[in-house]
Nanobody
Framework: QVRLVESGRGLVQPGGSLTLSCAAS????????LGWYRQAPGKQREFVAT???????NYADSVQGRFTFCKDYAKNMAYLQISSLKPEDTAVYYC?????????WGQGTQVTVSS
């Protein structure tokens, strides 16, 4: 069983930056892939970014070039560095992984982009 806990929620002005954190209860070195998803009010949860054990990282087109996925293997932490924030980035951001065929989600952390 893997527990994921996000942090870093905030209210940010358009154009601002924020870093979200995801603490994993298991060694992320052994996890094939970690991902970030988000869900805006009234919308379905959508893919944001994923990083594999092999070092490959993929981003949704809407965040490419603005979001950066980082991992700290020593701390079992994943980070999502987000910059040039737009109002449409407002959402609850979730950390995600699949281990042994079982899907795990964190509780989510709120990001609000507003002036």
């Amino acid at each position: 069983q893997v527990r994921l806990v996000e942090s870093g929620r905030g209210l940010v002005q358009p154009g601002g930056s924020l870093t979200l954190s995801c603490a994993a209860s298991a060694s992320i070195f052994s996890i094939n892939a970690l991902g970030w998803y988000r869900q805006a009010p009234g919308k379905q949860r959508e893919f944001v970014a994923t990083s594999t054990k092999g070092g490959s990282t993929n981003y949704a087109d809407s965040v490419q070039g603005r979001f950066t996925f980082c991992k700290d293997y020593a701390k079992n932490m994943a980070y999502l560095q987000i910059s040039s924030l737009k109002p449409e980035d407002t959402a609850v951001y979730y950390c995600h992984t699949v281990v042994n065929g079982r899907t795990y989600w964190g509780q989510g952390t709120q990001v609000t982009v507003s002036s």
